[in-house]
């Protein structure tokens, strides 16, 4: 996702973002002639997505509430970045390609990245952000729950492509690093037919992010993330010497819990305090994070 300090502002490389780019614009159209050409590539990625009905959603969404997005050379094909402060989207930056398979390849790859990227804007813009307030513990569940809800979104997008005839980002997601997602997605939708059976569908989507939290190092780099953040926050409240005695004492509630399981157009398929609290732990799964929420505890104690 490039290279960030610890105000979250991307340092000054030779290789950075551009300009920002409105998503109102790269949809409709507007100012087309005159746009170079990865821009274009942009475009045609998101004309691919608006035939997922789901994803036509989370555009119209992200549209409304005036998304920018940015093209960064440092990002990788399916990467992307949402930066709050700058209500932007960073995305990887590509250029046309002559040959039809890689075109298709690249294509797919920068769908993935603009449905992690959008999702993550959708839910901060639902008020569904980054909650330093809260118990520490259950701030690192809420963070691996939404990580694990971000792979289930892409999941649905993906599928849902597929179902319109466009394979390519679905055969890319269903044999990366999260393929027993993508498997048990299928596995369970396959009994119900089309994505139009609603009950089908959230148990589609269930299944699948209870298999997310069966390999432990999703949560491991989830948890690092969120006490990074945690850091972060702490070091700018001391930095402007504001009182950090907020941090990390309410209790996580089952309406901010559940808020994850939103989906445009869709019912919450994390309606459930079960699975809500399913992969919880009090520490974090990795010895050199459990060290670090000790530290963190220590400072906010």
Known sequence: MGIYDYSDQLLDLQHHHAGTMSLRDVLTGDGRDNMPAPELYVGQALNIMKTSY???????????????????????ADGSFFDEQENALDIS?????????????RLGQMIIGLAVGLRKAWHYHKGNGFNPE??????????????????????LICWELREKGNSSPWKQWSTGENEDVAKAFELTQANYGSTKNVQGLNK??????????????RGTASEHTALEKLDRVLIKCRSEDVDTSWIGKNPLTPSTWSRLGEIPGCQNYLNHEKLL???YSEQPYD???????????????
């Open 54 to 76: 789901t994803a036509n959603l989370l555009l119209q969404h992200c549209m409304k509430s005036d998304v920018g997005l940015r093209l960064d050379s440092m990002l990788p």
């Open 93 to 105: 930056e590509q250029n046309q390609l002559f040959n039809v398979d890689m075109h298709s390849a």
């Open 134 to 155: 809260l118990c520490v513990q259950d701030l690192l569940h809420l963070c691996r729950s939404a990580d694990a809800d971000t792979v289930v979104f892409v999941t």
């Open 204 to 217: 589609a989507l269930q299944a699948s992010y209870r298999q997310w939290f069966q390999h432990k190092d």
């Open 277 to 279: 609290k399913h992969g």
């Open 287 to 301: 010895a050199f994070n459990r060290v670090h929420l000790k530290h963190v505890l220590e400072d906010i104690s």
